[in-house]
């Protein structure tokens, strides 16, 4: 059995992970591999608990997140964020390093990883997001501790498709041309219109993480 190709995609909050994460699946699964995304163990932790979590909380968030990519066996693995990104968090909100260890030990294991960049507009989801004010200076960290552990990564940008564009080609594959675009968004058209059932990995909006935030905070406070 081959070794699994895993992808990271790390980067501050709000900066289209998530979106991001599945576009890419989506893209490299109508292309005719076998792909799998790995969420954010951190928003479903928030969700269940409806808080952020403490100190001494992060290193379980880690632990689990590692353990979700790590038990997919094959195929491309895409990871919407890493411990990394725990560790981060850890060191900025509570002076806490002690998680770059395991969290870099994990990045290392990635085939590629993907950082977000900054120019997409900051939007709040209620709940998990501090603010505009922290997005600098946890992009800042990321790029330190993957230089500081020498692990290579790719800096993705852009606006909509762009992003997804430039995403693919960090990744040595061929972007999208226009007829693959619109065949893709019209298969989003039809899973909208209610023709087929919702898949999430089938979305390229870069605002869709901030949809599904509102709609669940919606609901928890009708």
Known sequence: MSQPQRIA????ESTGKSCLARALAG???SRGQSVQTVDEVLRTWCEREGRTPLAHEQIGIAQTQAQAVMRIPQGVVIADTTPLMTAVYSH???AD?????MALAHQALYDSTLVTGLDLPWVSDGLQRDGPQVRGPVDTLVRQALERAGIAYRV?????HQRLNNALLALGLSGED????MTRENAQFAINEGRTVWQCNECSDPACEHKL????LAQRSG
């Open 9 to 12: 995609i790390v980067g501050a």
């Open 156 to 160: 993705v940008y852009g606006q909509g």
């Open 213 to 216: 935030f509102s709609g669940l």
């Open 178 to 181: 226009d007829a693959a675009r």
């Open 92 to 94: 900025l909100l509570f």
């Open 97 to 101: 390093e002690s998680l770059y260890p």
């Open 27 to 29: 893209v490299m699964q």
